[in-house]
């Protein structure tokens, strides 16, 4: 088996966790034991990719879409998250690692932002990895959320048009502050990207697994990252542009 380059990880890694009821209903078991089962992949994953040395991991766990799925699984979802939340803080202390949030947070229950910002204000003085989770999260609702503030900063006068850029739109966005994504694996074979970072994916690299997110592990892990440590990441050039460092 070919090993990792350490020096040539992705900076920014970004997950769709995709295949929870799917890998459930194969087994006849509940939606909801597909997602407790996931839980477990996303503590291997976080801790891998920390201990690796992965400097910022997004997950994309709930989308604005997802509220739309029957009550009872929703329900059950943010029952599990908050369960996650608790459990897993102490760890993250121990890890090292930031936590942090992505998504409209006025969808969410009270209790859950509460949990939410507690674990984001305990871990804030930790400099490991940043671990975001996409929750009640949607990229074309969050572009119109930017666009709505960045209009209100124009009226006031605050921003001109001559001072818009890429990375002055890209502040506006719940990603404000992040680097784009490098990679971005997504799991259980579907080929879409469901409304996930839309406008921070330009040149991310895309990888995608028939394997269910509850049974992606060590080994599959390892195989997306070597799968993108032989790609060439050529943004709009030619291949001799970048060997000879143009
Ligand atoms: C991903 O698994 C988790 C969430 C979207 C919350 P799914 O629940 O989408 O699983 P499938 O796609 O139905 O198998
Ligand atoms: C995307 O998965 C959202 C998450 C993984 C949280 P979905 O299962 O909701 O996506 P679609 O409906 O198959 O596109
Ligand atoms: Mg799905």
């Given at each position: 088996m070919q090993a990792l380059e350490l020096e040539k990880l992705p900076r920014h890694l970004a997950i769709i966790m995709d295949g929870n009821g799917r890998w459930a209903q194969e087994r006849m078991l509940s939606r909801i034991l597909g997602h407790k089962k996931g839980?477990?992949?996303v503590r291997t994953i976080v801790e891998e990719s920390s201990l690796l040395g992965i400097q910022y991991l997004t997950?994309?766990?709930f989308s604005s879409e997802n509220w739309l799925r029957p009550k009872s699984e929703v329900r059950s979802l943010m029952a599990l998250l908050k369960k996650y939340i608790a459990m897993e803080t102490p760890r993250m202390m121990r890890n090292n690692?930031?936590?942090?949030?992505?998504?409209?947070?006025?969808e969410l229950p009270d209790d859950i932002t509460k949990a939410l910002?507690?674990?984001?204000?305990?871990?804030?003085?930790?400099?490991?990895?940043?671990?975001?989770?996409?929750?009640?999260?949607?990229?074309?609702?969050?572009?119109?959320?930017?666009?709505?503030?960045?209009?209100?900063?124009m009226v006031a006068g605050r921003v001109s048009k001559e001072d818009l850029t890429d990375d002055l739109f890209s502040g506006y966005l719940y990603t404000g502050g992040l680097p784009e994504p490098d990679f971005l694996i997504r799991t259980s074979g579907e080929m879409r990207i469901s409304n996930f970072l839309l406008w921070q994916l330009a040149y991310t690299e895309l990888y995608f697994t028939q394997v269910n997110w509850p049974d992606f592990d060590k080994g599959h892990f390892y195989d997306a990252l070597r799968n993108f440590q032989a790609r060439?990441?050529?943004?709009?050039?030619?291949?001799?542009?970048?060997?000879?460092?143009e």
């Open positions: 839980v477990e992949t997950l994309f766990a690692i930031r936590f942090n949030v992505i998504g409209n947070p006025d910002q507690t674990a984001m204000a305990k871990t804030s003085g930790n400099s490991g990895m940043l671990l975001t989770l996409a929750l009640s999260y949607g990229s074309r609702q969050e572009i119109l959320r930017a666009v709505a503030n960045l209009a209100v900063d060439e990441r050529r943004y709009g050039l030619t291949s001799d542009q970048l060997r000879k460092g």
